[in-house]
């Protein structure tokens, strides 16, 4: 266990999935928690989840895609908390079509999210961080972040570009105390983007979730509690020499 009592976390897309799991293990480790998504209904249920911890819990909802939600929602996570230590950028879609098929809707929409996302509330929460002199900001990009995958040309672009915000932001405000790390998940399941992904997958041809775990070293898929585990870790002094890395977390699928 991650001792972060008494430390204040805003994770976005946190109304289900892989962004509940990581609030609820952060609220185990001690943190109160904001929960931001655009779902309102599925963020009062993870606040619940988390107050039942005995942890305080903030909701926010909107769009990370849109700037005004998140400099509204991040005002309001912050009062609500008071402090941000922890800011966990994990919303996220996924859109996938041959490139050629790739309209500037599904660009702009997955960019929109996956990485103007994370620039939005990095600028919103950061001057928050700086003056209090310490921070960590866990960026979510993904394996297909160092590796373009086939009918996935919007998705794999928008997570390039997130460990490259990870690695410049990391450099620029190391010196202030503020750590920026990025985890690179694999085929994680129990995720209403896994399940979208999959009937994508279907519906173009792809191998199906069973032939890909096969290919796999440990053999099997992720879940998202087993990647809450290391956004705790990284948030915690136990990473505290730990800036600008992407983390793989793929059992082996992708290990670079």
């Given amino acids: 266990m991650f001792d972060l009592d008494g430390q204040a976390a805003l994770v976005t897309g946190a109304g289900g999935g892989i962004g509940r799991a990581i609030a609820l293990r952060l609220a185990e480790e001690g943190c109160d928690v904001g929960v ?7 963020a009062g249920e993870t606040a619940a989840l988390v107050r039942a911890a005995g942890r305080r819990a903030v909701t926010a909802i909107g769009s990370v895609a849109r700037r005004e939600d998140v400099q509204r929602g991040a005002a309001e996570l912050v ?13 996220g879609i996924l859109r996938t079509a041959k490139f050629l098929d790739t309209t500037p809707e599904i660009w702009r929409d ?28 866990i960026n979510m990009s993904s394996w297909t972040g160092k590796k373009g ?9 928008s997570k390039f570009a997130v460990i490259g915000l990870t690695q410049s932001l990391a450099a620029e405000v190391g010196e202030h105390g503020i750590r920026v790390n990025a985890i690179c998940p694999g085929i994680i399941v129990e995720t209403q ?3 979208a992904a999959e009937a994508m997958n279907r519906a173009q ?13 440990l053999r099997r898929t992720g879940t998202p509690d087993e990647i809450a585990g290391v956004v ?10 730990m800036t600008g890395q992407a983390i ?3 059992g082996g699928l992708w290990m670079s």
Avoid: W
Wanted: proline share 3%.
């Fill in 79 to 91: 009062r609500g908390l008071g402090r941000i230590d922890i800011l966990v950028n994990n919303a």
């Fill in 110 to 137: 997955t960019l929109g999210v996956n990485l103007d996302g994370v620039f939005h509330f990095c600028q919103a929460v950061l001057p928050h961080m700086l003056a209090a002199e310490s921070g960590a900001i």
């Fill in 248 to 250: 793989n977390i793929t």
């Fill in 149 to 157: 995958v086939l009918n996935h040309a919007a998705y794999s672009a």
């Fill in 36 to 42: 931001f998504d655009v779902n309102e209904a599925g």
């Fill in 232 to 241: 705790a870790f990284l948030a915690s002094n136990e990473a505290r020499y």
């Fill in 193 to 195: 983007m896994r399940e």
């Fill in 205 to 217: 041809g792809l191998p199906d979730i069973e032939a890909r775990a096969k290919t796999v070293p």
